[in-house]
């Protein structure tokens, strides 16, 4: 394990004009995009609506929206779309490629985890993985609730793809040990697929970026592979969550970061990732390049006239950089999409427009 990964320094750092020089590596025809979280843009203040129409207005084609089970079937019987259905309409309103991610029980965006309380009385023991047999009842109103969405929206020529879960088969963060058995995909995939034969279905796994973090991700998925491991088996698009910046632990004004982001490993590995996709005729995407900080909170810290360790502004520019400017990935990327554009405007809103401006110079140099 290299003690070049971890670096404790100052949480809150000084702005500066670095993500006006950076160059921009050309995107060869990868599609460039965002995913949007309206429960993030809630959890900052924000207003949801007006925040995807300050943020569709950028010129980019793809963005990836999410359905929250917990929103849709608040109730037993219930399957209310409003709060989805506007934000599919003003995206393809403007123009945009939709993914749209059906959950149905893990969707991205904190807590990652939407199962109606009335689906699930208790919640799954830790230390476990969540075989079919043993929710016989949840999978069926899972399975039932992926293909009354597909019914819903199928008609939507925008939507591109559909994808099933967030890291399907990997634990939960720090928040909990459980895990979706292989075979629970399976079944959800299956569902899909009858409802759906045409469109591809995306599904995404976690990047690990340090040895630590791939030390620990391999023991904790041993029995049956991480979710990149299952994307790659079962999915049409394979997309990698990459997250090269986070904070351990912090004391007073300063924190213990794991940087990978040149680790020479996970470049590897990402060009081990698109060998393999072009060599079986998938397409591999960036479905979370890191473009918010990942500090010691759920909420991502907002310091006036200052920036967070774990991604600065000009940190947007040199993820997408370090993925589209590594080996064998000019042009062959399908799409890099940034995370954290709720972020973006937070902090517009408190006076620092860099992180949108970076973004805005990225889509204009990037060709």
Same mark, same amino acid.
């Given at each position: 394990m290299s003690s070049l990964e971890f670096k404790l320094q100052?949480?809150?750092?000084?702005?500066?004009?670095?993500?006006?020089?950076?160059?921009?590596?050309?995107?060869?025809?990868?599609?460039?995009?965002?995913?949007?979280?309206?429960?993030?843009?809630?959890?900052? &203040?924000?207003?949801?609506?007006?925040?995807?129409?300050?943020?569709?207005?950028? @010129?980019?084609? =793809?963005?990836?929206?999410g359905a929250y089970w917990d929103q849709i079937e608040?109730?037993?019987?219930?399957?209310?779309? !409003?709060?989805? !259905?506007?934000?599919?309409?003003?995206?393809?309103?403007?123009?945009?490629?939709i993914i749209l991610c059906l959950g149905p029980l893990k969707t991205f965006g904190y807590p990652e985890f939407?199962?109606?309380?009335?689906?699930?009385?208790? $919640?799954?023991?830790?230390?476990?993985?969540?075989? @079919?047999?043993?929710? @016989?009842?949840?999978?069926?109103?899972?399975?039932?609730?992926?293909?009354?969405?597909?019914a819903r929206y199928q008609a939507h020529e925008s939507i591109v793809a559909w994808q099933l879960e967030h890291e399907a088969v990997d634990p939960l963060g720090v928040a909990h040990s459980w895990r979706l058995a292989a075979g629970w995909v399976e079944h959800e995939l299956a569902a899909l697929r009858q409802a759906d034969p045409g469109r591809p279905v995306l599904m995404n796994g976690f990047l690990p970026t340090t040895v630590a973090v791939r030390l620990s991700q391999g023991f904790n998925t041993r029995d049956q592979g991480d979710s990149l491991?299952?994307?790659?088996?079962?999915?049409?698009?394979?997309?990698?969550?990459?997250?090269?910046?986070?904070?351990?632990?912090?004391?007073?004004?300063?924190?213990?970061?794991?940087?990978g982001s040149r680790s020479r490993w996970q470049q590897q590995r990402r060009a081990q990732l698109l060998a393999w996709a072009g060599a079986h005729g998938k397409k591999l995407l960036i479905s979370e390049g890191q473009a918010? $900080?990942?500090?010691?909170?759920?909420?991502?810290?907002?310091? @006036? &006239?200052?920036?967070?360790?774990?991604?600065?502004?000009?940190?947007?520019?040199?993820?997408?950089?370090?993925?589209?400017?590594?080996?064998?990935?000019?042009?062959?990327?399908?799409?890099?999409?940034?995370?954290?554009?709720?972020?973006?405007? =937070?902090?517009?809103?408190? &006076? !620092?427009?860099s992180y949108l401006r970076a973004f805005a110079r990225l889509l204009e140099q990037a060709g």
């Open positions: 100052s949480s809150a750092q000084p702005l500066t004009a670095a993500w006006q020089n950076l160059p921009v590596a050309p995107r060869q025809g990868t599609l460039l995009g965002i995913s949007f979280r309206p429960l993030q843009a809630a959890a900052f &203040g924000l207003e949801a609506r007006a925040s995807l129409r300050a943020l569709l207005a950028y @010129p980019y084609p =793809l963005i990836r929206l608040a109730a037993p019987g219930a399957f209310q779309t !409003d709060a989805l !259905d506007w934000q599919i309409e003003a995206a393809a309103q403007a123009g945009k490629q939407f199962v109606p309380a009335h689906q699930l009385r208790r $919640p799954f023991p830790e230390h476990t993985l969540i075989q @079919p047999s043993a929710y @016989p009842a949840l999978l069926e109103a899972a399975t039932g609730v992926i293909q009354r969405l597909v491991a299952l994307a790659q088996r079962l999915a049409d698009l394979v997309g990698i969550d990459y997250y090269p910046r986070n904070a351990l632990v912090a004391v007073g004004g300063r924190s213990l970061y794991l940087d918010e $900080p990942w500090e010691t909170q759920t909420t991502p810290p907002n310091p @006036p &006239g200052q920036g967070m360790s774990s991604c600065l502004p000009e940190h947007l520019i040199s993820n997408y950089n370090d993925c589209l400017g590594g080996p064998g990935a000019a042009g062959a990327l399908y799409a890099y999409l940034f995370w954290g554009a709720e972020y973006w405007l =937070l902090r517009q809103q408190g &006076g !620092d427009a």
